[in-house]
């Protein structure tokens, strides 16, 4: 595979863009340093990069891409949308559409409001919980990776240049399935604390209740209990990972899988809460999310069509047998070569990500790094294991067979030394204080 007109593009996408592209999880410190991989089209499971590799794909547009590149039907419903304009001066009937359509499959939601990335509606979320309760302090799970771009979060990782002290100091952390962390919140900040933050779940299910016992206990502390479902959202199930727990959230942040790639992410929750953004109320206004681009309406238009073909066809089933088909795969190969508690997949089905070890079993950049290198050379582009619902049975076996050959290095290379098989630098973690 050669990768010389990506390696000839790679300088000035970094003198152009800071980052070298627009989210870090995209950026050049997360692959193999001599294979950048600028993208030029995708279709179903399959992208091809400028220099015509082709890959198949398990990165999925950052978890958007549900269904697959390029999705016929969710296409020709933005385009059928585009040529009777995007974006006018009063709202839309297809706003309203969509609306009434979200709120149909989100059946604990009463209100909702469109935006266009997940931080936008996270961070809508946190400052109607701070209007609503009239407190500053959030508490959100610290071991889940990422809620906002904005300060509230940002403040909280070791990234936080530019964002001032006392904003740092009101966002505590608790941990995922120990209630006890945030019984400690709670007694330590009385009545300073506006709502709990987490996703519904990560790696590991809720146990012992953990999510409804996590929203009495905000609810008995005058907290409001939030949900970032930007990753759960239309994968867990239809209805969210909310609908899979059977449990209800005051505030729900989606986004991602919403409009299969299209920009388009919402707010959405209890009605007394999601008004005080609106114009019926006498309460103090908020300013909630006001957005030139929130309602798009294209990108409405797809999501219309992404929801559509969600209630019509089997795609969560799909995500989930076709991420099993594909750990067990994986699993097996790794296991016969000696590597299982190496290399594994974990996680949900539906959305799963795979371990890199290193020789004392510890998650290891490097070996990660290897693994992304020989695993690209062999045409997979395979950041994490997010299958989408085009990814056919032929597609998982493919995978799997590339995947037991790079294991092969992967082995050699924990026998022999990673120097011996790394080529260039290891990737490196996005939250980090200095680009060393
Ligand atoms: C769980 C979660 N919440 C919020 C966000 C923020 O979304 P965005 O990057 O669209 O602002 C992300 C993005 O990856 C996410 O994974």
């Not at 604990?108 to 266009?116: L, N, P, Q």
């Not at 006498?282 to 999310?289: A, G, I, T």
Request: hydrophobic share 40%; net charge negative.
């Amino acid at each position: 595979m050669k990768f010389d007109e990506s390696l000839k593009i790679q300088k000035s996408f970094n003198d152009l863009i800071p980052g070298g592209c627009h989210t870090y999880a995209k950026g050049d410190d997360q692959y193999p340093q001599f294979m950048p991989v600028y993208i030029a089209r995708g279709k179903g499971s399959h992208v091809w990069d400028v220099d015509g590799n082709d890959y198949i794909e398990y990165g999925m547009g950052l978890r958007t891409v549900t269904l697959g590149h390029a999705f016929g039907p969710v296409v020709e419903a933005a385009h059928r949308q585009m040529l009777l304009g995007n974006n006018f001066v009063r709202p839309a009937r297809i706003e309203l559409e969509c609306a009434e359509k979200f709120l149909s499959i989100i059946d604990g939601a009463e209100m909702v409001k469109f935006c266009k990335d997940g931080s936008d509606a996270t961070s809508g979320a946190v400052k109607l919980a701070r209007a609503f309760t009239g407190r500053d302090m959030v508490a959100i799970c610290g071991d889940h990776p990422f809620f906002s771009v904005d300060d509230w979060f940002i403040g909280s990782t070791v990234i936080s240049a530019g964002i001032p002290q006392c904003v740092k100091d009101l966002t505590v952390k608790f941990h995922y399935n120990d209630l006890g962390s945030v019984k400690g919140l709670f007694e330590k900040y009385p009545g300073k604390i506006a709502c709990v933050i987490l996703e519904a779940e990560k790696y590991d299910p809720p146990q012992n209740n953990f999510l409804h016992e996590l929203k009495c206990l905000a609810h008995a502390n005058g907290a409001l209990f939030v949900l970032d479902e930007m990753i759960t959202g239309f994968r867990w199930h239809l209805g969210g990972a909310q609908k899979k727990y059977g449990v209800v959230p005051d505030l729900s942040a989606f986004g991602k899988a919403l409009a299969n790639g299209f920009a388009l992410s919402a707010l959405a929750g209890r009605r007394d809460i999601m008004e005080r953004g609106g114009l019926h109320h006498d309460q103090e206004r908020v300013f909630l999310m006001s957005t030139t681009h929130g309602a798009e309406n294209h990108a409405l238009a797809a999501a219309l069509a992404t929801l559509t073909y969600y209630q019509d066809h089997p795609v969560i089933e799909t995500l989930y047998a076709q991420g099993r088909k594909l750990a067990d795969g994986v699993n097996r190969a790794s296991r016969e070569l000696g590597l299982e508690e190496y290399v594994s997949i974990v996680g949900p089905d539906c959305c799963s990500v795979y371990t890199t070890r290193d020789r004392d079993k510890k998650p290891s950049q490097p070996f990660r790094t290897l693994f992304l290198q020989e695993t690209m050379k062999r045409g997979l582009l395979m950041p994490s294991s997010i299958v989408s619902y085009a990814h056919s049975d032929e597609d998982i076996a493919t995978t799997v067979e590339r995947i037991a050959e790079a294991l092969v290095v992967y082995k050699k290379a924990l026998d022999e030394g990673i120097e011996k098989h790394l080529i260039g630098k290891p990737v490196r973690p996005v939250y980090r204080k200095y680009n060393d």
